[in-house]
């Protein structure tokens, strides 16, 4: 099994001492990677839940600087000590509490040229205090509770300090610790919370505070390596920087106080209130909210960020202001080093070279969901597959689609802008922020099974109600199946007819009613189809399919069109062989001769609009899902033109193999308690459920739960034997793996045939499914299955019952299950007929 796409911004990384590594939170991991080279070298593996903390022990004389060694905090309630250098792990501390975040002020305060080591170690902990979550969900939720703490740990003992609460938050806040380990603070709402480090540490010590006040929400801060400046920002994009802070709360005999300029108000600028500070200077240049500050190891610079991807380097005294050239997508941390890294939202930590803070290397990890319109979600079909070389292709932020290769973890690049061609929209895409307004939606991402073509398409959104503009664009690979080329595009595809669509689609699919619903391409030719809300699909075919000219020229035009009694087109697929084309007119399935624009035959119907469907290999099966009050999967014999079977499921996406008849779904698990075990404990953050069928049994395979499953996505991929014989454990190396990427874009590929299958049910580790005495698998999610009868006698007839008029419901029915002609044209005529009764003379 491998796991990967792992968000790489989480958490702030850590340098090693030699700065020849950077530790990076992914998840329940801590990845380690090598800063020479980019690459990851080992991984701490051992908790439970996301890792919030990682921090370096660092050394003592440069000697030391050999030495591996981090302490790592969890949600999962744990706190870890680990030589990295193994990876080993050496200790393990349970505080009972989830932990958001953990400073150590200890290890940054010891003497350098010293090898005495404190008596006791003591870290300062942000936790949840679950114990007031359980009681409001018993009782009726209190608008005022108090989530969050601060509290001690004794990490030498392995235990809580008892007793030591230092403040309570609604949720729990981020500490940020001093570089020098006298001062830790959080915010908390318009306030900031400074606390002085005892210079001897005890359990139980008086820990004096003082609280520094702002009229707007503070969002991150920073404390000065040296002298008693601290720097916070705004939700406005404002930095406010105090001066002495805490010359009266925090007076030492080596820190000598001005006690003239403390008693004279007038004399402290800036300072509201009876704050604790000499001085409070304000700067602004962000036009949002600031989320990076820190400053330089020597004091005379703070860079600040936001969303706008712009590090700005500030000098202290004087306040001029000097830029890093734009990163492209809103920073969130900047780790401090003799070669800093900066950390942004798009997934990536960009290792930066002093003092010219130019980019040298980029650790780059799959893109993370972007935000979506209201009006769009749950419709975009923003993921698609390169099944034989194991990419997936995602839409992501600026109008790009982003290739990731699932097998070696490691994003391929960002080769396509979508707006990169010469058209209106374009000044738009160019003068893009990344705390901008959206204002061009990529709705749809398909590709072809060989991966050498790609459509996309767009939506420019209305302002106003006026302007939107839909495209369909063409891509064509290069000789390498890495960089596309833009082929083809088509403004306002298909047509705003009067299209009869029904309750189940509402009000968002009425808005999108121009919109393209469905795109697939042939499995042989090149040659796509596209369908629409609006009532049509089209054919589409590459003018130089025959006469193969150069891939770069080449240009898509429309070959046909149909639509059927003037319903939504839903969905559409091609069959393996490329002879029959399924397109869904909402509730009933057209099945088409693509060559002629023929309609062959129409099955159905389902009970609300099917909004996915594909052909099952190449069997005789296709699969269609639909959406609605009444969510229903179904699977359709062709030969016979009638259902096999179907299930009531929610189903997210599915997978159809390409050699066999089974095809995988991603179902969303019910929301009725029946599908929870009496403890609660079973799918405890679990919201679905993969299913493994064949398409001529109704009984799955094999399930395995899913974490995150809405917005996830499906596909088998074609397993690559030499790596697969190193990450898989299986005895044999599998033809073909299973992909399930989650909403979050955290992904895991499995062999679903493999002898290990039920190990599989678990995609983090620790997180097992416990069988229920009489059920398990997937009668505990949904209850027991009904005994099917596969084999049918085909020359029995279904038995009629007599009826005064029989020529209201002779007819009724599939055509298929109809009696011959000539019987019912007898029983049509007889009906017709008046009985007399004989008269007695």
């Not at 591996?68 to 193994?86: G, P, Q, R, V």
């Not at 895409?429 to 459509?455: F, I, K, W, Y």
Request: hydrophobic residues 40%.
């Amino acid at each position: 099994m491998i796991r990967g796409g792992r968000s790489y911004v989480s958490s702030p990384p850590a340098f090693s001492n030699d700065v020849k590594r950077l530790l990076v939170c992914t998840s329940n991991t801590v990845s380690i990677f090598s800063t020479s080279t980019g690459l990851q070298i080992s991984s701490l593996e051992g908790h439970t839940a996301p890792v919030t903390t990682v921090i370096v022990v660092p050394a003592s004389t440069p000697a030391t600087k050999i030495l591996s060694y981090c302490w790592t905090a969890s949600l999962d309630e744990t706190i870890k000590y680990w030589d990295f250098s193994t990876p080993e792990l050496l200790k393990t501390i349970d505080v009972k509490f989830p932990i958001f975040s953990m400073v150590i002020p200890s290890l940054l305060r010891q003497p350098a040229q010293s090898d005495v080591k404190p008596s006791k170690l003591f870290a300062y902990l942000s936790v949840e205090d679950t114990r007031e979550t359980t009681k409001s969900h018993k009782k009726e939720p209190r608008p005022n509770t108090m989530n969050g703490r601060i509290c001690k740990c004794n990490l030498t003992e392995s235990r809580l300090a008892g007793g030591v609460t230092l403040a309570e938050m609604k949720e729990p806040q981020v500490i940020t610790i001093s570089s020098s380990g006298k001062y830790f603070g959080i915010r908390k709402q318009r306030k900031l919370l400074i606390w002085k480090v005892p210079d001897v540490e005890a359990e139980r010590v008086v820990m004096r505070k003082i609280t520094l006040h702002h009229t707007k929400k503070l969002t991150v801060l920073a404390f000065h390596p040296t002298q008693r400046i601290v720097a916070a920002g705004d939700v406005t994009g404002r930095i406010l920087i105090w001066r002495g802070f805490g010359d009266r709360t925090f007076a030492t005999n080596d820190n000598k106080m001005n006690l003239n300029l403390m008693n004279n108000e007038e004399e402290r600028p800036g300072v509201r209130d009876n704050d604790d500070a000499d001085l409070c200077t304000t700067w602004h240049w962000h036009p949002s909210e600031v989320s990076v500050l820190i400053f330089s190891s020597d004091g005379a610079y703070l860079y600040s960020g936001g969303k706008e991807g712009v590090l700005v380097v500030w000098q202290l005294d004087t306040g001029k202001k000097k830029f890093l050239p734009r990163i492209g997508s809103p920073l969130l941390y900047f780790t401090e080093s003799p070669d800093p890294s900066l950390s942004s939202v798009h997934n990536q930590v960009h290792l930066l070279k002093m003092p010219s803070m130019e980019i040298i290397r980029s650790i780059s990890g799959i893109k993370l969901p972007c935000p979506l319109p209201e009006e769009y979600k749950g419709i975009c079909r923003d993921i698609a597959f390169n099944h034989d070389g194991g990419l997936v292709a995602l839409r992501a932020e600026n109008y790009c689609i982003h290739f990731y290769s699932l097998l070696d973890d490691r994003g391929i690049s960002e080769l396509v802008k979508l707006l990169d061609v010469p058209f209106q929209v374009q000044v738009c895409e160019r003068n893009h922020q990344p705390g901008d307004d959206v204002t061009v939606v990529v709705t749809l991402v398909a590709l072809s099974q060989d991966g050498s073509l790609m459509s996309t398409v767009d939506v420019k959104l209305a302002e106003e109600g006026i302007g939107s503009l839909v495209c369909l664009k063409f891509w064509v690979s290069g000789t390498q199946n890495k960089e596309f080329t833009l082929s083809t595009i088509v403004y306002e595809p298909h047509r705003c007819g009067p299209c009869l669509i029904t309750e189940e689609l509402n009000e968002k699919y009425l808005k999108c009613s121009v919109g393209i619903s469905a795109v697939a391409f042939h499995p042989n030719r090149r040659a796509a189809v596209s369908s629409s809300y609006g009532g049509d699909f089209k054919v589409w075919i590459c003018n130089d399919e025959l006469q193969q000219k150069d891939l770069q020229s080449s240009g898509w035009s429309c070959h046909a069109v149909g639509s059927y009694k003037k319903k939504a087109m839903t969905a559409a697929a091609f069959s393996a062989d490329g002879s029959v084309l399924a397109v869904a007119a909402e509730t009933v399935i057209t099945l088409w001769d693509p060559d002629r624009n023929v309609l062959v035959a129409v099955i159905g119907e389902t009970l609300t609009p099917i909004m996915n469907m594909s052909f099952v290999g190449s069997s005789e099966y296709l699969v269609a899902t639909s959406w609605g009050s009444k969510p229903q999967l179904s699977v359709w014999n062709m030969s016979k033109l009638s259902i096999s079977w179907s299930y009531l499921l929610h189903v997210e996406a599915v997978a159809c193999a390409v050699d066999t008849s089974s095809f995988a779904a991603l179902a969303l698990l019910p929301e009725s308690s029946n599908c929870k075990e009496a403890n609660g404990t079973t799918f405890q953050g679990r919201d679905g459920v993969i299913l493994l069928f064949n398409a001529v049994d109704p009984v799955p395979v094999a399930s395995w739960s899913a974490r995150k499953a809405k917005g996830g996505a499906l596909a088998f991929l074609k397993a690559n034997p030499s790596f697969t014989y190193e990450n898989i454990s299986d005895g044999k190396a599998p033809q073909t793996l299973l992909a399930y990427v989650n909403g979050d874009h955290e992904y895991v590929l499995f062999d679903p045939y493999g002898k290990e299958v039920h190990e599989l049910s678990k995609f983090h580790q620790g997180d097992r499914l416990t069988h229920e005495e009489g059920q398990f698998g997937y009668a505990s999610i949904y209850g027991e299955l009904p005994e099917f009868k596969l084999k049918r006698n085909q020359d029995l007839w279904a038995p009629s019952v007599p009826s005064e008029k029989p020529w209201e419901t002779i007819f009724s029915g599939s055509s298929h299950n109809l009696p011959p002609l000539t019987k019912l044209c007898s029983a049509f005529l007889e009906s017709l007929l008046e009985k007399r009764t004989a008269a007695l003379e």
